[in-house]
T-cell receptor
């Protein structure tokens, strides 16, 4: 089946630095990708919808200047957490849809120290 | 605002027993997904339910959808330890086809 690859799987960074997470659709083209955030023992919360060639659509309460999304090609979307703080520590998961199915990346565990 | 609620939130059951997880959602949708998540891992797709009355089965898991009641169920038959995980339902809404996830049900199957 279709595969969505997310990189890195985990990252530790210092407060104030920026971190970029990549999400690739490996064998299909995805005009739309989704970014989710998951805190421990909680559900997935949609952060934003990434649209190829145009601006991302952010959910209410998500700071677009802090979570920069770029969808420059049909197979790659990136999420950059800028000026990261400990409260940004979380599990970030991307998703891409092909037809009726939704495929998820492996997730990225971000720890800000 | 769409709400997707699951119950129970936590379920501890013995091997060999049967149980049902419920997923209620608050607005019209004709597509519902079930996913499994193991600790520290991403989501594994279990079922996609596309229409009212849809029923799908895979191994010891069976999912159904009642769009009129806005209810989906995930039934576990003769549970085994390997089924221990967190299960999420998710509903498609809006023109952007966004997935809204349920609260999750953490299943623990004990020997």
């Amino acid at each position: 089946g279709a595969v969505v690859s997310q990189h890195p799987s985990w990252v530790i960074c210092k407060s104030g630095t920026s971190v970029k997470i990549e999400c690739r659709s490996l064998d299909f083209q995805a005009t739309t990708m989704f970014w989710y955030r998951q805190f421990p023992k909680q559900s997935l919360m949609l952060m934003a919808t990434s649209n190829e060639g145009s601006k991302a659509t952010y959910e209410q309460g998500v700071e677009k200047d802090k979570f920069l999304i770029n969808h420059a090609s049909l197979t790659l979307s990136t999420l950059t957490v800028t000026s990261a703080h400990p409260e940004d520590s979380s599990f970030y998961i991307c998703s891409a849809r092909m037809g009726m199915a939704a495929f998820f990346g492996q997730g990225t565990r971000l720890t800000v120290v | 605002e769409l709400k997707v609620e699951q119950n129970p939130l936590f379920l501890s059951m013995q091997e060999g027993k049967n149980y049902t997880i419920y997923c209620n959602y608050s607005t019209t949708s004709d597509r519902l997904y079930w996913y499994r998540q193991d600790p520290g891992k991403s989501l594994e797709s279990l079922f996609v339910l596309l229409s009212n009355g849809a029923v799908k089965q895979e191994g010891r898991l069976m999912a159904s959808l009642d769009t009129k009641a806005r209810l989906s169920t995930l039934h576990i038959t003769a549970a085994v330890h390997d089924l221990s995980a967190t299960y999420f339902c998710a509903v498609i809404t809006g023109t952007a086809s966004k997935l809204t996830f349920g609260t999750g049900t953490r299943l623990q199957v004990t020997l």
